[in-house]
């Protein structure tokens, strides 16, 4: 697997990470443990060093199957996790952000336990609360990497201003946000920033909630427990609408022999070379898919053409509720 340094910070990871927050949620019920177990070291053993998750994916289940999982070669692996949320003992969840100073703490001390380490390699906030200074929650967080507790500090869905007041008090190794050739509105202002400051990109839903691996079409359902039933883009008329992305990436990844998840994957990682994917999946033939995107070297004439056939097809539906989308900063 080839490695990536996300911005100067020299934290160095594989160029396609692997993100688990479905392996305990939002598509369907939480997966069987020794399955997952099985994926995670498998995902190691293919030369995968970069493993996301959050102590609200679950709530708290996800890094109590990650850490373990990941404890024999835990030497040999970068985990990231966040904070951010206010999230009760019993794991029943508020719903609001909460990244005070204090409960960051919290969040940092209890993930080391669930995570079974004694180093959280790359600590996000998870959201930007708007009630809680951004110079403060990056204060808080720079104690932690003064403690030993945290290594390398980040920010997740943040507009361009915040990154860079962040990153004034304590310097930001990545930001995570959703990036894929059909979620591009980082790259007016965003990624111009990032490449400034030097700081990485570690894009989420690379292959839009599985919609580019084109198994989704507008015949499509989805059970109440998975959460792109409630997304607007996965409407029956905007996946109807949206078919032509998929064609699209039918068509180039035919002529190159490859899939179309592949191409989504290896046109995000032409992007910028700090650019590191966290594609989800809970199956190892998937997981083997995806990781061959890292070997398939699209030229510039194959950028051109996808840019310029995906200019021309208009994207229906938000990506998330309005409530939701409200989380987010640009």
Request: aromatic share 6%.
């Amino acid at each position: 697997m080839q490695k990536r340094t996300l911005g100067n910070s020299g934290l160095e990871v594989s160029a396609i990470g692997l993100g688990c927050m479905g392996m305990s949620q939002s598509y369907g019920p939480p997966k069987d443990t020794g399955e997952m177990t099985t994926v995670l070291r498998g995902a190691v053993e293919r030369g995968v060093t970069f493993f996301d998750t959050a102590e609200v994916y679950g709530p708290f289940i996800n890094e109590e199957l990650v850490g373990p999982a990941l404890a024999p070669v835990r030497d040999q692996v970068v985990i990231a996790t966040k904070f951010g949320f206010d999230i009760a003992a019993d794991g029943s969840r508020s719903g609001g952000l909460n990244s005070r100073p204090e409960h960051i703490r919290q969040v940092a001390e209890a993930s080391l336990k669930r995570l079974r380490t004694d180093v959280i390699d790359l600590f996000y906030q998870h959201r930007v609360d708007p009630a809680v200074p951004i110079e403060d929650v990056a204060g808080a967080v720079g104690k932690l990497i003064a403690e030993g507790k945290v290594k390398h500090f980040g920010l997740s869905e943040a507009g361009a201003k915040t990154i860079r007041r962040a990153h004034a008090v304590t310097p930001m190794t990545a930001l995570q946000s959703e990036y894929s050739i059909w979620w591009r509105p980082l790259e007016a202002e965003i990624l111009p920033t990032l490449e400034e400051l030097g700081i990485g990109l570690v894009p989420y839903s690379p292959l839009g909630r599985g919609y580019l691996t084109g198994k989704i079409d507008a015949a499509t359902t989805f059970g109440a427990s998975d959460f792109r039933a409630a997304l607007p883009r996965f409407s029956p008329e905007a996946l109807k609408t949206n078919q032509a992305l998929i064609d699209l990436l039918a068509k180039i990844a035919a002529d190159l022999h490859a899939t179309p998840a592949q191409i989504a994957l290896a046109w995000l990682l032409a992007q910028k070379p700090w650019i590191a994917p966290i594609p989800g999946t809970t199956r190892l033939d998937r997981l083997e898919e995806n990781i061959g995107a890292a070997t398939l070297a699209l030229t510039p004439a194959d950028l051109r053409k996808i840019d310029d056939a995906a200019a021309a097809i208009e994207i229906e539906g938000g990506r998330y509720p309005e409530q939701l989308e409200k989380m987010t900063e640009r």
